[in-house]
């Protein structure tokens, strides 16, 4: 699997990406041409606080789709519902979803990542315990939670360790962590530690994988080889679904971009359209008013009055 050897997709071609979603519909839940992903109905409520509400999203096989929107939108628990680490409070009154024609509605985490759909996972504690190598030897029984810990070195690979300790090597090497193969994980830089939690994912061979905030913490130097290495994902025809607070790494690499607020997916589109869409505007402004949406060109004088206006009110509430 080394980069060279590494088959292109067709949709490695920003033209062909391009041209593939020229066509889709920019109304929220609107169908794809080839989803691989396809949610229905997922509602998840926190005592009477409904955190999710989602009526129906399509994610499409082989492009990058950022899944973006303010604090407490939602997005890491619809993470949690369709990987099955968390449960929708409407698992009896129709919610379902389906991956790659699978259905997952009723699914175990560790068999969502077997049908091919693998989140990364932020270092825990006992993770960071561990050594570079062995976290990668976790990611090969499929999923590294923190659950399954329990069942570390019971191995499920035995007999074949050689071959994927092979793999993990591979895969270090790639993500440039092979010399700290033997390191505990605890000791990473913000930057290497990402690359391992992408690196690890990557040991079940996924056919989507999930980020969530995949840049948080990490600094400027490895930015770049962390969006190179999420575009090549990308290339090699592995489709990407991540949830990122940074706007200008969402304009960079998102083929599609994916916003929820208050739990439900108020817009979808091209980066561009989507970031001057005004309910998108309008989101954000609601939640928190300082964010960088990456363009300045958005900070129109309507929107910086706009912004002034809700500044002013809030002071005069807390005098
Ligand atoms: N286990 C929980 N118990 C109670 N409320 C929760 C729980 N998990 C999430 N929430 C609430 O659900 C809402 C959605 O949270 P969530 O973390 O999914 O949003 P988010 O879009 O990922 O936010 P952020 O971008 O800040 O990470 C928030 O109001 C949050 O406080």
């Known amino acids: 699997m080394s980069e060279s050897t590494m ?13 593939l ?60 519902l369709i990987t099955g680490f968390d449960r929708p409070s409407s698992a009896k009154t129709g919610a379902h979803w389906s991956f790659d024609g699978a259905t ?13 759909m693998v989140r990364t996972f932020q270092l825990t504690k006992a993770l ?6 062995d976290n990668m030897m ?15 070195f019971k191995p499920m690979w035995r007999g074949q360790e050689r071959a994927i300790e092979d793999k993990a090597k591979e895969l270090l090497a790639r993500f440039k962590l092979l010399e700290k193969k033997d390191d505990y994980a605890g000791s990473l830089s913000g930057g290497q530690r990402k690359l391992l939690e992408m690196a690890r994912a990557l040991m079940s061979d996924p056919k989507m994988i999930m980020l969530d905030e995949p840049m948080a913490g990490v600094n400027p130097a490895l930015t770049q080889s962390l969006l190179g290495h999420i575009q090549s994902l990308r290339d090699e025809g592995t489709t990407v679904l991540f949830v990122e607070h940074d706007m200008h790494v969402v304009r960079h690499i998102s083929d599609w971009v994916a916003v929820m607020a208050e739990g439900k997916l108020v817009a979808e589109g091209p980066a561009d359209s989507v970031m001057s869409d005004r309910a998108v505007i309008d989101a954000y402004l609601g939640a928190h008013h300082d964010t960088d949406l990456g363009d300045d060109a958005l900070l129109t004088d309507e929107v910086v009055e706009e912004i002034e206006q809700q500044v002013a009110a809030e002071q005069e509430d807390k005098s």
């Open 7 to 19: 088959a292109r997709s067709d949709l490695a071609d920003p033209t062909a990406r391009r041209a």
């Open 128 to 133: 960071s315990r561990m050594t570079v190598m």
């Open 21 to 80: 979603m020229a066509g889709v519909d920019t109304t929220p839940g609107s169908t794809k041409p080839d989803p691989i992903l396809v949610v229905d109905n997922i509602v998840r409520q926190f005592g009477g606080m409904t955190a999710v509400d989602v009526e129906h999203l399509e994610v499409q096989r082989g492009i990058i789709t950022a899944l973006i929107g303010p604090n407490g939108a939602g997005k890491t628990t619809f993470f949690n």
């Open 138 to 152: 976790l990611g090969a029984q499929g999923q590294a939670g923190e659950n399954l810990l329990k069942c570390v």
């Open 104 to 116: 997952l509605d009723k699914t175990s985490a560790s068999s969502v990542a077997k049908a091919g």
